[in-house]
């Protein structure tokens, strides 16, 4: 089984900024925690501060994986763009926030992306990533 994990925007910076919203650990300690975990799942991880590398990497791995577990960050809600790309390829994508994005800024209220994603987590920290991963698994 192939699942890609794909993180947005300034969460390249996890364990860094904000660490009352986002925590203390950095997300490559977490992401090796995991694939120790789930040593018989192939998880990959990549992370962009670009729009159209998130794109790219939609398009690259939409038709191979099994699963892409996906946290736009600020691009959740202004990104028609990568919408598009989640609705044009066949991997499903399950949408994960590390924050709870309802109790923060109005404007994060509303994700566009969420009508082309199997599912939707937010709001428990970097568990929300082993949720949709488990999640992925037993629905194969």
Known sequence: MKILILN???????????????????????????????????????????????IDKLHATGFDHDGIILNAGGYTHTSVAIADAIAA????????????????????????????????ISGIGLAGYEMALVHLINKR
């Open 8 to 54: 947005g925007p300034n969460l390249n910076l996890l364990g860094v900024r904000e660490k009352s919203i986002y925590g203390e650990d950095s997300f490559d300690v977490f992401f090796d925690k995991i694939c120790q975990k789930f040593s018989e799942v192939d998880l990959s991880y990549f992370q962009s501060n670009i729009e159209g590398e998130i």
């Open 89 to 120: 390829i066949n991997t499903p994508v399950f949408e994960v926030h590390i924050s709870n994005i309802y109790a923060r800024e109005d404007f994060r209220h509303k994700s566009l992306l969420s009508k082309n994603c199997i599912g939707i």
